[in-house]
């Protein structure tokens, strides 16, 4: 069975800085991609950032250039960090880390954390 386990988040004044962190554990045949999403209130869960196998990144447009996503296998394997720099308000919202894959070559898998909030404000 495969987990997403979250940490970080939190409250931070405009302009700041935050991190927050994703781990997936659990038997694995292959992870195709693992990111970021979230939903703010009243609105649609959208695509913050993920990573592909290959290392490749994808980012949404309205956070290209102040935000980071990582992919490490250090201190634990199939960690992903998000570095969110020059917050803005509307950045407030539930942030999700999303892990697409498979669990064996015919069992594909697409697990959610369970959401960490970030808030933006001063």
């Known amino acids: 069975q495969v987990q997403v386990v979250e940490s970080g988040g939190g409250l931070v004044q405009p302009g700041g800085s935050l991190s927050i962190s994703c781990a997936a554990s659990g038997s694995f045949f292959s992870i195709n991609a693992m990111g970021w999403y979230r939903q703010a209130p009243g609105k649609e869960r959208e695509l913050v950032a993920t990573v592909n196998s290959g290392g490749g990144t994808n980012y949404a447009d309205s956070v290209k250039g102040r935000f980071v996503l990582s992919r490490h296998n250090t201190p634990v394997p199939n960690m992903v960090y998000l570095q969110m720099n020059s917050l803005k308000p509307e950045d407030t919202a539930v942030y999700y880390c999303?892990?697409?894959?498979?669990?064996?070559?015919?069992?594909?898998?697409?697990?959610w954390g369970q959401g960490t909030q970030v808030t933006v404000a001063s």
């Open positions: 999303n892990v697409r894959g498979y669990s064996d070559p015919r069992s594909p898998v697409d697990v």
